[in-house]
């Protein structure tokens, strides 16, 4: 499934991840349900799925906090395109 089509999808999948739960509510405009999906998920997906999360808040001190914590360098492209890099690489796992 591509990025794209997952977004589109009109209920959660059943046993999506958190992480990538995370990022089909953000989808959905729902900042708050995407922030706890990603808080249930300690491991670097977690993390970067934050980041990107306080990044599109404006919050970019917490953001920069939770890509080192993700071990990525924060993104520089548009909330859209960290959005699709995102998803694609947790729809592969």
């Not at 794209?4 to 509510?25: I, R, V």
């Not at 934050?50 to 520089?76: C, I, M, Q, T, V």
């Amino acid at each position: 499934m591509t990025p794209e089509l997952f977004g589109k999808q009109e209920t959660l999948p059943a046993g999506t991840p958190p992480s990538l739960a995370a990022m089909w509510h953000d989808k959905q405009n729902d900042w708050k349900a995407a922030h706890e999906a990603a808080q249930e998920d300690d491991s670097s997906d977690g993390a970067w799925v934050h980041a990107y999360l306080h990044r599109k808040e404006g919050d970019n001190g917490n953001a920069n906090y939770w890509y080192a914590r993700a071990g990525k360098e924060p993104y520089a492209g548009s909330l859209d395109e960290e959005w699709s890099a995102i998803t694609a690489v947790l729809l592969n796992r």
